[in-house]
Protein backbone atom coordinates (compact mmCIF):
# COMPACT_ATOMS: atom_id res chain seq x y z
CA UNK A 1 0.00 0.00 0.00
CA UNK A 2 3.16 2.22 0.97
CA UNK A 3 4.14 1.82 -2.40
CA UNK A 4 1.54 2.47 -4.37
CA UNK A 5 1.09 5.90 -2.52
CA UNK A 6 4.53 6.58 -3.46
CA UNK A 7 3.85 5.88 -7.06
CA UNK A 8 0.47 7.71 -7.06
CA UNK A 9 2.54 10.92 -5.63
CA UNK A 10 5.48 10.51 -8.45
CA UNK A 11 2.55 10.32 -11.01
CA UNK A 12 1.14 13.49 -9.90
CA UNK A 13 4.23 15.62 -9.41
CA UNK A 14 5.42 14.23 -12.97
CA UNK A 15 2.40 15.50 -14.62
CA UNK A 16 1.81 18.61 -12.55
CA UNK A 17 -1.36 17.51 -11.08
CA UNK A 18 -2.76 17.94 -7.61
CA UNK A 19 -2.36 15.24 -4.87
CA UNK A 20 -4.51 16.07 -1.94
CA UNK A 21 -2.61 16.30 1.57
CA UNK A 22 -3.23 13.37 3.47
CA UNK A 23 -3.33 14.43 6.74
CA UNK A 24 -5.86 16.51 5.93
CA UNK A 25 -9.13 16.27 7.37
CA UNK A 26 -11.73 14.30 5.81
CA UNK A 27 -14.61 13.70 7.73
CA UNK A 28 -16.43 12.21 9.91
CA UNK A 29 -16.01 8.41 10.39
CA UNK A 30 -19.22 6.23 9.72
CA UNK A 31 -19.45 6.04 13.29
CA UNK A 32 -19.58 9.57 13.63
CA UNK A 33 -17.39 9.58 16.97
CA UNK A 34 -13.92 10.46 15.31
CA UNK A 35 -13.04 12.91 12.56
CA UNK A 36 -11.01 10.91 9.47
CA UNK A 37 -8.05 11.82 7.47
CA UNK A 38 -8.11 12.00 3.85
CA UNK A 39 -5.47 8.97 4.05
CA UNK A 40 -7.85 7.10 6.01
CA UNK A 41 -10.79 7.70 3.68
CA UNK A 42 -8.71 6.62 0.67
CA UNK A 43 -7.33 3.82 2.26
CA UNK A 44 -10.07 2.25 3.86
CA UNK A 45 -13.79 3.94 2.49
CA UNK A 46 -11.61 3.19 -0.84
CA UNK A 47 -9.07 1.06 -1.29
CA UNK A 48 -10.16 -1.76 1.05
CA UNK A 49 -14.07 -1.60 0.07
CA UNK A 50 -12.13 -1.49 -3.83
CA UNK A 51 -10.38 -4.99 -3.06
CA UNK A 52 -13.46 -6.08 -1.23
CA UNK A 53 -15.63 -5.72 -4.37
CA UNK A 54 -13.05 -7.45 -6.25
CA UNK A 55 -12.38 -10.56 -4.25
CA UNK A 56 -16.51 -10.88 -4.23
CA UNK A 57 -16.23 -11.12 -8.09
CA UNK A 58 -13.68 -13.22 -8.30
CA UNK A 59 -15.24 -15.28 -6.11
CA UNK A 60 -18.47 -15.35 -7.75
CA UNK A 61 -16.83 -16.17 -11.22
CA UNK A 62 -14.76 -19.28 -10.36
CA UNK A 63 -15.78 -21.92 -7.84
CA UNK A 64 -13.51 -22.99 -4.71
CA UNK A 65 -11.90 -25.60 -6.93
CA UNK A 66 -10.42 -23.14 -9.42
CA UNK A 67 -9.13 -20.78 -6.86
CA UNK A 68 -8.00 -24.23 -5.17
CA UNK A 69 -6.21 -24.80 -8.30
CA UNK A 70 -4.91 -21.54 -9.27
CA UNK A 71 -3.55 -21.41 -5.44
CA UNK A 72 -1.62 -24.72 -5.87
CA UNK A 73 -0.18 -23.52 -9.08
CA UNK A 74 1.86 -21.04 -7.72
CA UNK A 75 3.99 -23.81 -6.54
CA UNK A 76 5.27 -23.78 -10.39
CA UNK A 77 6.08 -20.54 -10.43
CA UNK A 78 9.85 -20.01 -11.16
CA UNK A 79 10.42 -16.58 -10.67
CA UNK A 80 12.51 -15.72 -7.43
CA UNK A 81 15.02 -18.85 -7.74
CA UNK A 82 12.18 -21.18 -6.63
CA UNK A 83 11.22 -19.56 -3.74
CA UNK A 84 7.57 -20.81 -4.02
CA UNK A 85 8.69 -23.75 -5.06
CA UNK A 86 6.32 -26.20 -2.44
CA UNK A 87 7.03 -30.13 -3.22
CA UNK A 88 3.60 -30.78 -0.97
CA UNK A 89 1.25 -28.51 -2.96
CA UNK A 90 2.90 -30.97 -6.11
CA UNK A 91 1.15 -33.69 -4.58
CA UNK A 92 -1.99 -31.85 -3.49
CA UNK A 93 -2.23 -31.29 -7.35
CA UNK A 94 -1.15 -34.84 -8.27
CA UNK A 95 -3.85 -36.66 -6.40
CA UNK A 96 -6.86 -33.92 -6.24
CA UNK A 97 -6.61 -32.44 -9.80
CA UNK A 98 -4.60 -35.27 -11.92
CA UNK A 99 -5.44 -38.68 -10.38
CA UNK A 100 -5.86 -40.45 -13.04
CA UNK A 101 -3.01 -39.35 -14.99
CA UNK A 102 -0.28 -40.75 -12.75
CA UNK A 103 0.22 -44.50 -11.85
CA UNK A 104 0.11 -45.01 -7.46
CA UNK A 105 4.10 -45.69 -8.14
CA UNK A 106 4.31 -42.11 -10.00
CA UNK A 107 2.74 -40.31 -6.65
CA UNK A 108 4.48 -42.27 -4.42
CA UNK A 109 7.65 -41.33 -5.82
CA UNK A 110 6.97 -37.87 -7.01
CA UNK A 111 7.93 -36.06 -3.67
CA UNK A 112 11.45 -37.92 -3.50
CA UNK A 113 12.13 -36.85 -7.41
CA UNK A 114 11.10 -33.13 -6.78
CA UNK A 115 13.39 -33.21 -3.77
CA UNK A 116 16.35 -34.33 -6.19
CA UNK A 117 15.29 -31.55 -8.42
CA UNK A 118 15.06 -29.05 -6.07
CA UNK A 119 18.31 -30.02 -4.71
CA UNK A 120 20.20 -29.99 -8.63
CA UNK A 121 18.58 -26.68 -9.33
CA UNK A 122 20.22 -24.92 -6.57
CA UNK A 123 23.33 -26.50 -7.35
CA UNK A 124 23.47 -26.52 -10.87
CA UNK A 125 24.97 -23.09 -12.04
CA UNK A 126 23.11 -22.95 -15.61
CA UNK A 127 19.71 -24.26 -13.95
CA UNK A 128 20.99 -21.56 -11.24
CA UNK A 129 21.46 -18.55 -14.04
CA UNK A 130 18.60 -19.43 -16.32
CA UNK A 131 16.20 -19.20 -13.16
CA UNK A 132 17.17 -15.77 -12.01
CA UNK A 133 16.85 -14.09 -15.49
CA UNK A 134 13.03 -15.19 -14.88
Known sequence: MEEL?????SFCETWELDF????????RSRNKKENVIVEH????????ATIDTQLQELKSRFN????????FTIALDLK????LFDID??????NKFYPEDFSQQEKERLPYEL???????????DLKKN???F
Do not use: S
Open 41 to 48: HYRVDIFF
Open 5 to 9: LKNMI
Open 89 to 94: KFGILV
Open 115 to 125: KHYELDVYKHP
Open 131 to 133: INT
Open 20 to 27: PYMNAQWG
Open 80 to 83: EFFK
Open 64 to 71: ENVVELLT
